[in-house]
Nanobody, 124 residues
């Protein structure tokens, strides 16, 4: 059974940085995508960034390009989201998710497994 554990959220001032971690276990497939999503109060869930294991490709929402970086530590089986230049509009609950697909995707309905969320609050 796939299990995902997200951590690393917190309170940070605008312009600051945070690193989120998604520890993954239980994968039986050689290929998968792991992504970060976020949901702010009153807003729809938004795909933030994705890592595809098939070729190591990474994907980003336009709103975070140039500020966020997704990476995977194979030894720890953990996917990180380094968030720099944080803005108040980045405030949301961030969740990681996994899908048994060969392609990268930021579409939430393509994901089968979800971890619990971690709250990121960016103060102005």
């Amino acid at each position: 059974e796939v299990q995902l554990q997200a951590s690393g959220g917190g309170l940070v001032q605008a312009g600051g940085s945070l690193r989120l971690a998604c520890a993954a276990s239980g994968f039986a497939s050689d290929y998968y995508a792991i992504a970060w999503f976020r949901q702010a109060p009153g807003k729809e869930r938004e795909g933030v960034s994705c890592f595809s294991s098939s070729d190591g490709s990474t994907y980003y929402a336009d709103s975070v390009k140039g500020r966020f970086t997704i990476s995977k530590d194979n030894a720890e089986n953990t996917v990180y989201l380094q968030m720099n230049g944080l803005k108040p509009e980045d405030t949301a609950v961030y969740s990681c998710a996994a899908a048994k697909v060969r392609h990268g995707t930021l579409l939430p309905w393509e994901y089968d497994y979800w971890g619990q969320g971690t709250l990121v609050t960016v103060s102005s």
